[in-house]
């Protein structure tokens, strides 16, 4: 590899001009308004937690990807059945939750079904809420068809944050997969039933960017049938003023009984998913740390808490919400943030851009606050950053089953450990076992032990790599299909 050519500055403007002072303080604004929503900022989800409550249990639309015996696979797990809770019930568990665990920032309100198909129920658990919790943002997911009714009292409750189900601009296209609708008390089939939808959703789109809400579009990735019209579907939104999109992949196991479970509809391979995110994100802010979550999720994104919190454990608890101490929570995580912010600058400082940089891939066992700070066999998924010379950058997560089971590795699960990271050039963990480091030894795969900013190991670790040359060799990294 030859030495890298500096050019402009990085922290430099997208023109490469400094930022304007109006820019910059837009630029403030926005920061102020996601610095601590764990799905708007791939920052804060290290940090702070979300929760959803399950007060909307009908649906007015039917997607193939859906079984209505489980939650709405729009923004949930497939296969995942959540309690129905009321308001009161709902408004209850979250001041139980924002004692507990006070990191977290964001009730959204996701299912079991569609929140807008449930207006009385999804708005008065809002109300309630933001009465009794006021320092908690509000969310909501949608698949958009009722959305243009709802802005306005959207506005009124403060609710900055809004993600629509968009999986097509096309109706015949969304004829594939959408096989109804309802709507004004009429059912709709086939293409206008597509088209109502998609009129309906862009609607939606341009009204929330008029009230100046914040919208995320989620797209579900049906390969062979919305995979290269995603490209499409992004430039619609990012020309309607979404400001982030969120393309998941379908899961269609046939044990669901969902239609494109039961047809044999495949989803995307890892590295077909990445493709259309890549070739979506020049566009618009990408979101990749998305884990599609349950209508009763609890916890960082990545970790499920759901279980201390069922309704029969939470209705017995005290609500212990108390805005003074979770301000000092917050402010502490503020301080921890801006603590790693330095550590990051320390080793990205003055660094010149680099063009066409070869990247790496690496894995990462973390708990969160933005460290690496969990054992290698502790871990239940891996967080994978790709480094080049001029950036740390989050592209995936991938599940693995626990390595420890009762403290002894299991060898089938250590070798679905392998394949899960051999494209990596490394795992840096908190700590390693000899067996799996001489597993990893044997794919190439070097191990680093660090309790550490994951920025700061990363990119110590990249430059070591690049002094040592040709030793990074896995140039351009491919993603394991
Ligand atoms: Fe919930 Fe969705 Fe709000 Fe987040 S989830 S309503 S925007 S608070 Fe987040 Fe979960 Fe992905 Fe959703 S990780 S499924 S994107
Ligand atoms: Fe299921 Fe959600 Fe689609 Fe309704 S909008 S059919 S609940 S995935």
Request: net charge negative.
């Amino acid at each position: 590899m030859t030495s890298p050519a500096p050019t402009q500055s990085a922290k430099s403007g997208s023109c490469g001009c400094a930022p304007t002072t109006a820019t910059a303080e837009m630029d403030a604004k926005l920061r102020a308004r996601i610095e601590s929503h764990p799905c708007y900022s791939e920052e804060a989800h290290h940090h702070f937690a979300r929760m959803h409550v399950a007060v909307a249990p009908a649906c007015n639309i039917q997607c193939n990807y859906c079984n209505r015996k489980f939650d709405c696979a729009n923004e949930s797990r497939p296969g995942v059945v959540s309690e129905l809770l009321t308001p009161e019930e709902a408004a209850h568990k979250v001041l139980v939750i924002a004692g507990k665990i006070p990191q977290m920032s964001v009730l959204g309100i996701a299912g079991p079904g569609d929140p807008l198909a449930n207006p009385k129920q999804t708005f008065r658990t809002f109300e309630l809420v933001a009465e009794q919790a006021p320092d908690i943002k509000l969310c909501l997911s949608t698949n958009g068809l009722m959305l243009p009714d709802h802005v306005e009292r959207i506005k009124q409750l403060n609710i900055d944050h809004v993600t629509i189900t968009i999986n097509m601009v096309d109706p015949e296209i969304g004829a594939k997969i959408y096989p109804w609708i309802r709507y004004n008390r009429r059912r709709y089939t086939g293409i206008e039933a597509a088209r109502i939808l998609h009129e309906r959703q862009m609607e939606g789109l341009e009204a929330l960017r008029d009230a100046d809400i914040l919208c995320k579009v989620n797209s579900v990735l049906i390969p062979g049938i919305n995979d290269e019209h995603l490209v499409e579907v992004n430039k619609a939104i990012r020309d309607r003023g979404a400001f982030l999109h969120n393309i998941m992949p379908l899961i269609s196991a046939p044990e669901h009984g969902t239609h494109f479970g039961l047809t044999g509809q495949r989803g995307p391979t890892q590295k077909e998913l990445k493709f259309v995110q890549d070739n979506c994100s020049g566009n618009m802010k990408m979101m990749r740390h998305c884990r599609q979550c349950r209508a009763d999720a609890v916890g960082l994104i990545g970790e499920d808490r759901s279980q201390e919190f069922t309704k029969d454990k939470f209705l017995t608890m005290e609500p212990e919400y108390n805005l003074a101490e979770r301000q000092v929570v917050h402010q502490s995580i503020a301080e921890f943030k801006a603590e790693l912010a330095r550590a990051k600058e320390a080793v990205e400082a003055a660094r010149p851009v680099v063009e066409d940089s070869p990247k790496i891939l690496v894995a990462v066992t973390t708990k969160g606050s933005g460290l690496i700070n969990q054992h290698f066999g502790h871990a239940k998924e891996f967080q994978i950053y790709e480094v080049d010379a001029n950036e740390v950058r989050f592209v995936s997560h991938r599940k693995i089953d626990h390595y420890c089971q009762g403290g002894y590795g299991e060898a089938a699960t250590l070798d679905n450990i392998m394949a899960t990271i051999a494209d990596c050039a490394a795992v840096l963990t908190a700590k390693i076992g000899t067996c799996p480091q001489d597993k990893l030894a044997t794919l190439g795969v070097e191990v680093v032990e660090a309790y550490e900013a994951i920025d700061v190991v990363a990119r110590q670790y990249y430059d070591r790599k690049l002094s040592e040359q040709p030793a990074v060799s896995r140039q351009p990294v491919a993603v394991a299909p």
